[in-house]
T-cell receptor, first 114, second 118 residues
């Protein structure tokens, strides 16, 4: 247990489904992130939330919709996804100030779009 | 834009031997942090070691050490006395601290798959 919990661990969904990924951190951090990890590609930063406010959207398609109701919880709402969206989705948290350490990651949700 | 390059897609090492994984990065900033993360098949990204750019001394954590060459923008990871449990994907990462707005973020390389042979 690293302090960042992601659910579900695996998800298979059809292209017309709507589902949500959940991330919860128990570390008292003030920033949370969604990353996408596809085969043979670097981890891609999708969204950044600082103090519950979205501070970065890395040109992510609107079929991905993040939500951060408080500093401890982060959601990624999915709808009308494409097969190329199949990937490992990683959530991370950190403390935003100089001198802080790296990010703490969850174990990810393996998403398969069929 | 900051980029991180890991030129070795795969590496292998014999158990108990030493292996070095390469990483170079590109930045115009003078103050930043560098990290090595390990991702075993369990998918958990685990922080292995970190280096502050303002520190000249290379970081060490038990069997893991780095060779940080700031002028060359190089940040290699040395694993000594390799163990079977060291087998994983290793990612080099750079943490940005934008001075003109924007978000601080962690930028990753593509990773190096390390195999440890018994």
């Amino acid at each position: 247990e690293t302090g960042v919990t992601q659910t579900p661990r695996h998800l298979v969904m059809g292209m017309t489904n709507k589902k949500s990924l959940k991330c919860e951190q128990h570390l008292g951090h003030n920033a949370m992130y969604w990353y996408k990890q596809s085969a043979k590609k670097p981890l891609e930063l999708m969204f950044v939330y600082n103090f519950k406010e979205q501070t970065e959207n890395n040109s992510v398609p609107s079929r991905f919709s993040p939500e951060c109701p408080n500093s401890s919880h982060l959601f990624l709402h999915l709808h009308t996804l494409q097969p190329e969206d199949s990937a490992l989705y990683l959530c991370a948290s950190s403390q935003v100030h100089r001198g802080a350490g790296g990010y703490t990651f969850g174990s990810g949700t393996r998403l398969t779009v069929v | 834009a900051q980029t991180v390059t890991q030129s070795q897609p795969e590496m292998s090492v014999q158990e108990a031997e030493t292996v070095t994984l390469s990483c170079t990065y590109d930045t115009s900033e003078s103050d930043y942090y560098l990290f090595w993360y390990k991702q075993p098949p369990s998918r958990q990204m685990i922080l292995v070691i970190r280096q502050e750019a303002y520190k000249q001394q290379n970081a060490t954590e038990n069997r893991f050490s780095v060779n940080f060459q700031k002028a060359a923008k190089s940040f290699s990871l040395k694993i000594s006395d390799s163990q079977l449990g060291d087998a994983a994907m290793y990612f080099c990462a750079y943490r940005t601290y934008p001075t003109q707005g924007g978000s601080e973020k962690l930028v990753f390389g593509k990773g190096t798959k390390l195999t440890v042979n018994p």
